[in-house]
């Protein structure tokens, strides 16, 4: 028999969204935010030649049009958005990484409440401008070299004055898109950082799709390869639907206890583990550690010394060291992300504080073993599957030389955030529906 909240979720319609006028305004404060971060990456940095930069921009390696796909188009133009939110993505995972191996951190977390978390996003932002300081200021130095064999640069006065000025820049757009973010998770619908980046990557498909139909066009890559890449593309798109759908889910019981004359409790429920608990967390901070460095040393590649001609050369995406790395990064932020997620000691004596016990297992290290247990294995597959996902893209662009920029990151981010925002709008739609039942009993009662 189907729950209260899976009928109500079969009763979810049109009309039923028409009528839900807080849902309605969230969904166009989020749109308005989104509109005027597309508009920010058509606002080109000051101080830049647009022929130098994008002649220098066509002769790069795929590394920058993997990055130019999660900036929406903004490095293209070298806009005031090119940093994205990457840097405040790196933070973030930065920040939980060290609250969980650093004691101060961890009693700050844990037991600080709302001020501790107010004090971790207060360091997170500080963090924040640091890193996008010091890849603004990489990029920024490049931009002032000036190319060995014409004798320009891509900055037209460059200097002191052009290195302020394009990091403040620089700095000026993450801290703002960073802003724009947190507005849009608390008053709009969805995680903000997350949509942004996923607005990003949309914007960005049809130009990437475009580009590898005229590829096969004119004959560069062969157009049966052509049609078996966008066959991959929608194959991968249902795989990823179904692996971060799928979870194993643990039977708890909960025992009979006498309440007065009665007998309460005995019922049953499931603890859901995720096959992914990290979500895509893994493969974007092994992206932005692999593709922000090179892409700050490849503006500097011409005219720099041998070490940075080697970054370049081996670590652009599809080169094995390369994907080597990204397979070590992607598995060892899996496993260390979901240890950060879900504690199974934690959740243990969750379930003996309640009552709730595993069949057949003890209540509390044993339950917390027999977690651990079945999460590790859980997350070496998900590890896998991400591994996977993400790999197949760069090692077609190894063998082919095909410009795919539309990797296995952006597929995992374009399928998880739209889960996760079909999944706030249908939770809205419920505590909309709940709101008009609770309504209408209290109208009866009176009536009575």
């Not at 049809?206 to 049966?224: C, D, H, K, S, Y």
Request: glycine residues 10%; aromatic residues 10%; charged residues 15%.
């Amino acid at each position: 028999m189907a729950s209260a909240a899976e009928q109500l979720a079969q009763n979810i319609n049109f009309s039923s969204f028409a009528r839900a006028k807080e849902l309605q305004k969230r969904i166009l404060f989020t749109l308005g935010v989104l509109i005027a971060y597309r508009i920010g990456t058509y606002i080109p940095v000051p101080g830049i030649d647009p022929v130098q930069y994008a002649a220098a921009f066509s002769n790069q390696s795929g590394m920058l049009d993997v990055f130019n796909v999660f900036s929406g188009g903004a490095v293209e133009r070298m806009a005031i958005f090119a940093l994205n939110v990457m840097p405040y993505i790196s933070a973030s995972i930065i920040m939980q990484l060290m609250s969980a191996t650093i004691p101060k951190l961890e009693q700050l977390k844990k037991e600080g409440g709302e001020a501790g978390r107010k004090q971790i996003n207060q360091y997170t932002r500080y963090l924040t401008v640091l890193l996008a300081a010091a890849q603004g200021l990489a990029i920024a130095m490049g931009m002032s070299q000036s190319d060995p064999n014409t004798g320009a640069s891509i900055a037209l006065n460059p200097g002191l004055f052009f290195i302020i000025t394009t990091v403040t820049t620089f700095v000026g757009g993450t801290m703002l898109l960073m802003w724009m973010g947190e507005q849009i998770t608390a008053r709009g619908v969805g995680n903000g950082v997350s949509l942004i980046i996923f607005a990003g990557i949309i914007a960005e498909l049809p130009r990437v799709l475009f580009a590898t139909l005229e590829q096969g066009r004119i004959g560069a890559i062969n157009p049966g390869f052509v049609v078996a890449m966008i066959a991959l593309v929608l194959a991968i798109l249902v795989f990823v639907v179904f692996m971060e759908r799928s979870q194993r889910r643990l039977l708890v019981q909960y025992p009979k206890r006498q309440q007065g004359s009665r007998m309460v409790g005995g019922e049953t429920s499931f603890l859901p583990l995720k096959l992914n608990t990290a979500g895509v967390i893994p493969p974007i901070f092994a992206s932005s550690l692999l593709l922000l460095p090179a892409t700050a040393a490849s503006f500097m590649s011409q005219s720099g010394p041998d070490w940075l001609l080697y970054i370049t050369s081996n670590l652009g995406p599809g080169q094995p060291v390369f994907l080597a790395l990204y397979a070590a990064m992607i598995i060892f932020f899996t496993f260390f992300y979901t240890s950060i997620v879900f504690n199974p000691e934690d959740t243990a004596d969750n379930l003996r504080k309640y009552g709730g016990f595993l069949p057949g297992i003890r209540p509390g290290k044993r339950t917390a073993e027999y977690l651990d247990y079945v999460l590790s294995r859980l997350t070496l597959v998900g590890a896998l599957y991400l591994t996977i996902v993400c790999l197949i893209p760069e090692m077609l662009r190894g063998q082919t030389g095909a410009s795919f920029a539309l990797g296995g990151t952006s597929i995992l981010i374009v399928v998880s955030v739209t889960l996760d925002t079909v999944s706030q709008i249908q939770s809205h739609l419920l505590a909309h529906q709940y709101e008009g039942l609770i309504k209408k009993t209290k109208l009866r009662g009176r009536r009575r």
